[in-house]
């Protein structure tokens, strides 16, 4: 599986942005698909992931992100509103064959994007 994401780019506080991360193959719909973000000097964090029947959000992510996915497209979205400076960082896709479950560690994602950045301006 292959991941690309794109829908990054400077933005001012208060704006809204839709990540996208699109997969190769033909069996999108069997994966658990997440996304993780770094922001400068901090580790990478989980901010969302939906499962074949489930979404889950990081605390942090609750009220302002909104994931979703087309699976006629191979496409997971992060929709992200009332964009906040402490928003900027690296955003991630990842991928998991599903077994319903949605995890929060990087570890239990085998396929990852190359990232797109997010820099929200005050």
């Known amino acids: 599986v292959q991941l690309q994401a794109s829908g990054g780019g400077l933005v001012q506080a208060g704006d809204s942005l839709r990540l996208s991360c699109t997969a190769s193959?033909?069996?999108?719909?069997?994966?658990?698909m997440g996304w993780f973000r770094q922001a400068p000097g901090k580790e990478r964090e989980f901010v969302a992931g939906v499962s074949r029947s489930a979404s889950v959000y990081a605390d942090s992510a609750k009220g302002r992100f909104t994931i979703s996915r087309d699976n006629a497209k191979n496409t997971v979205y992060l929709q992200v509103n009332s964009l906040k400076p402490e928003d900027t960082a690296v955003y991630y896709c990842?991928?998991?064959?599903?077994?319903?479950?949605?995890?929060?560690?990087?570890?239990?994602?085998?396929?990852w994007g190359q990232g797109t950045q997010v820099t929200v301006s005050s």
């Open positions: 990842a991928a998991r064959a599903s077994d319903y479950s949605v995890p929060y560690q990087q570890s239990d994602y085998v396929y």
């Open positions: 193959g033909r069996t999108f719909s069997g994966y658990t």
